[in-house]
């Protein structure tokens, strides 16, 4: 490596070091603010709330990598150019792609890093924290102690085209109260609606008690029912368990991309179509996402490189460009995502339009200043 790639580099990594530290620091300290309340209610232990912070790590990582990686940076060439280094560097006879190239591989390893970070600490850190928040935080005193706290209002699509809508799931005891389940054909007609009091997980199967299956002819439209059965006690023939069901809690955006994956196929004869196409928007969007800390900072070098002015004034120009860089990328991502879910566009597009929008941008901007 190059001395000058040594020294340019070095500038960075520190920038970027207290950049992300900053942003961790800041998001703690609200956070802890928020929570200090519950905090001293629950009578929450230290090693609990240290625990609690550290997980939230990888996620803050993720989170403020490209605005990080984006402002050291344009402030590192910024710097450089204040002290018209930028000039005797390219007085040597250095194109763009030589004066950038230290910048560039280290954005080039930021997303790497990202993505790392997204698919192998993020998900198993959301449960630990959701799990501390749930059981040490924010849970009612009766239930401390005793285990996960019961899941309300679980709502998905699960196999045979089956809508279900949950009142209240205990994973300590797997039992289901308030059960509906509203099932589909590949048409999305209506051919079976079952109503229970409660369920419980035998090891094997669903017990339901006090049910009600109501059967449809779906070929006849808005047919009234074909015929209705009641059971004091029934099992059912439902594929989903106990694990299945507690899944169904976990953020999309915690799933790395093979859980997101396997979560799709497994739901995608559902018929829930708008639900499927959503997800697979989601599972783009994951690829692209780490890729965002590279574009931003091939955007954002030329005008680092042009700025001039004296050295405080630029410093600050180099924040303000980050900045609206930053912004204008992110309400773009935005509206191709949203734009896919709504079906303008299909999932891929709207997930890599911004990404390839952006790179066009950059190239165009080099080519026509240097």
């Not at 009612?140 to 285990?147: A, F, I, R, T």
């Not at 059960?179 to 007609?189: A, F, R, Y």
């Not at 059967?215 to 059965?229: C, E």
Request: glycine share 6%; charged share 15%; hydrophobic share 50%.
């Amino acid at each position: 490596m190059r001395i000058l790639d040594r020294y340019i580099l070095k500038s960075i990594l520190i920038t970027f070091t207290g950049t992300v530290f900053t942003f961790a620091f800041l998001f703690i300290l609200i956070d802890l603010f928020s929570n200090l309340q519950d905090f001293i209610e629950k009578n929450v232990g230290l090693d609990v709330i240290v625990q609690y912070y550290i997980s939230f790590l990888p996620s803050i990582v993720v989170q403020t990598s490209t605005m990080a990686c984006l402002i050291s940076v344009l402030f590192t060439y910024s710097s450089l150019n204040a002290h018209n280094e930028i000039i005797a560097i390219r007085a040597s006879g250095m194109n763009f792609w030589q004066i950038t190239r230290p910048a560039l591989v280290f954005a080039l390893f930021v997303s790497v890093l990202v993505f790392l970070v997204n698919e192998k600490f993020v998900p198993q850190s959301s449960m630990v924290n959701q799990q501390i928040r749930d059981t040490q935080i924010k849970v009612v005193p009766s239930l401390k102690g005793k285990g996960l706290p019961p899941i309300h209002n679980l709502t998905f699509y699960g196999l045979k085209n089956r809508l279900f809508f949950i009142d209240t799931f205990d994973p300590n005891t797997n039992e289901l109260t308030g059960i509906t389940i509203i099932g589909h054909d590949h048409h999305q007609n209506l051919v079976e609606k079952i109503v229970a009091l409660k369920a419980k997980w035998t090891g094997i199967a669903w017990k339901f008690f006090n049910c009600q299956i109501t059967s449809y002819n779906n070929a006849l439209p808005n047919a009234p029912p074909s015929g209705i059965r009641m059971s004091a006690e029934k099992l059912m023939d439902i594929k989903e368990t106990p694990k299945d069901f507690l899944r169904q809690r976990m953020d999309i955006s915690s799933m790395n991309l093979r859980q997101l994956h396997g979560y799709i196929k497994r739901f995608s004869g559902s018929g829930a179509l708008k639900t499927i196409n959503n997800l697979r928007v989601d599972l783009h969007q994951k690829i692209t996402f780490p890729l965002r800390n590279f574009i931003i900072v091939l955007i954002g070098l030329p005008f680092a490189l042009m700025s001039v002015g004296k050295r405080k004034a630029m410093t600050f120009t180099s924040i303000a460009i980050a900045l609206v860089i930053g912004f204008l990328y992110y309400v773009a991502d935005a509206v191709g995502l949203a734009l896919a879910k709504g079906g303008a566009l299909l999932p891929w597009e709207g997930a890599w339009l911004t990404p390839i929008l952006f790179t066009l941008m950059a190239l165009f901007i080099i080519i026509r200043n240097f």
